[in-house]
């Protein structure tokens, strides 16, 4: 068969899988099904220890597999793919997703009619076929305080406090937003081109954040399409699934992480040193909230987690990122 070139492709579709075997197979199936624009899938798998990388060879034989000796985290893992992509656009997609009724076709379609977008994303649903907010507002110190806060939670429907995941709003319109959460984040070439690949100093969580933020600085916008709709599981990953003391650690040494640099480097030392003070200041706050449980096996377990954070936020040897804040961003294909 002859290959097909880049202008005969419309979209690449991204896919990184980590220990996912069952659900990564429903999704590629999902695809399979519902798309009919010409396409091509890209799985990269992270050193997996279960048969994702097999299920991909022996049922997905169109789709180009990439097989990482270690776990190379979210953001390097898309850019090995997107490194080989042909198509017009790019389409990232967590594997514990399910397309639903030519959801890949109709964000092409979107895309096609709204040249100014560099990104869109669809209508994102709970298991359940509930909603979830998949738009967010850049973070920012105002908005980690009203999480600490809770007001988020107390007051979903304000437009002040439901800011950051635009809870007030009912998802029912096409709209620019800051950003839009990387498990369906369809991406056009050229915007890619202009602002370059996916931050490798994000090992997980974030580097949809920054990518968004930096089309926004180009002059793209980023746009939500509620149109196109897949399902998204959510925490369907081995890391995820890991006992509790695990998950404790993935959350401080990437999450964490992961937000810092990412204020560091877009908001400026200030900025991020304010970050952690709030931070500080909370978890000491719940800390010694729970120093006052009764159930000694819970009072263990919880201040082991949260003693791990503070110890990790009060370092002054924290690691940011990978590589040496200030360095380039990785550049486009």
Request: charged share 25%; with cysteine; glycine share 6%.
């Amino acid at each position: 068969m002859k290959a097909r070139r880049r202008q005969d492709i419309d979209v690449s579709i991204v896919i990184v899988s980590y220990n996912v075997a069952t659900v990564l197979d429903e999704c590629l199936a999902s695809i399979r099904k519902e798309t009919t624009v010409p396409y091509e899938i890209l799985v990269v798998d992270n050193a997996s220890s279960d048969r994702s990388a097999a299920i991909v060879q022996e049922r997905y034989p169109e789709a180009t597999l990439i097989r990482n000796r270690v776990n190379a985290g979210f953001a390097r893992a898309n850019n090995q793919a997107i490194r080989e992509a042909r198509g017009r656009y790019l389409l990232l997609l967590n594997p514990d997703t399910l397309v639903l009724d030519g959801a890949v076709d109709r964000l092409v379609r979107f895309m096609d009619l709204h040249p100014d977008a560099g990104a869109c994303g669809p209508r994102n649903l709970n298991p359940d076929g509930t909603l979830q907010h998949n738009c967010h507002c850049f973070p920012d110190l105002f908005l980690r305080l009203v999480e600490h806060l809770q007001l988020q939670r107390l007051y979903p429907h304000n437009r002040v406090y439901g800011r950051e995941h635009l809870t007030y709003w009912d998802f029912e319109s096409v709209r620019s937003v800051d950003w839009i959460t990387g498990c369906s984040l369809m991406i056009r070439r050229p915007a890619l081109h202009s602002v370059g690949l996916l931050d490798e100093n994000y090992f997980m969580y974030s580097e949809e954040v920054d990518f968004c933020y930096r089309l926004k600085k180009a002059g793209w916008k980023v746009l939500f399409n509620p149109d196109a709709s897949i399902v998204h599981y959510g925490g369907q990953s081995a890391l995820h699934q890991a006992q509790e003391r695990v998950f404790a650690r993935s959350i401080v040494t990437n999450l964490f992480q992961s937000r810092y640099y990412f204020f560091r480097k877009n908001y400026g030392p200030a900025s991020y040193l304010g970050l952690r003070t709030l931070d500080l200041i909370y978890f000491a706050a719940v800390y010694l909230k729970n120093l006052a449980r009764t159930d000694p096996e819970a009072r263990s377990r919880k201040l082991a987690e949260y003693g791990t954070i503070l110890r990790f936020i009060a370092s002054p040897k924290m690691p940011l990122g990978r590589m040496p804040l200030g360095g380039k961003d990785s550049p486009p294909p």
